[in-house]
């Protein structure tokens, strides 16, 4: 099962990176507010990252923090894209609100067991 989270976070990861060096991403990307875009991508990224990396789970999501810096300074540097710090307050949001939530992956046995496992 590790393995399974392991896979779908390295495709997360990617997906997202190229959602956000692309010049144009798909109309879907963007029907969403920006910023709730980057809260639910990192929300998702912190579950993916608490079960792909166990034990690591809070370096991973420091790692994510420093992910979402990067990706906004890459972004300064691209012609097509540009640099806001409200992104990287929205990106530690989702995974601060995924902290605050963890607990209730507790009622999901699998999840349970995968945690006491790591």
């Given amino acids: 099962?590790?393995?399974?989270?392991?896979?779908?976070?390295?495709?997360?990861?990617?997906?997202?990176?190229?959602?956000?060096?692309?010049?144009?991403?798909?109309?879907?990307?963007?029907?969403?507010?920006d910023k709730g875009n980057h809260l639910i991508a990192f929300l998702v990224l912190a579950f993916l990252a608490e079960f792909s990396l166990q034990p690591y789970a809070l370096a991973s999501w420091l790692g994510l923090g420093c992910y979402g810096v990067a990706i906004e300074i890459v972004q300064w540097l691209l012609e097509f894209r540009y640099f806001e710090l409200n992104d990287i307050v929205a990106d530690c949001a989702g995974i601060l609100l995924y902290i605050l939530l963890s607990p209730l992956t507790n009622r999901i046995e699998f999840l349970r067991q995968l945690r006491t496992e790591g």
Avoid: C, E, K
């Avoid at 896979?7 to 990176?17: D, E, G, K, Q, S």
């Fill in 1 to 33: 099962m590790i393995l399974l989270f392991r896979i779908t976070f390295v495709a997360a990861l990617l997906l997202i990176t190229w959602l956000a060096l692309t010049p144009s991403p798909p109309p879907a990307a963007g029907m969403m507010w």
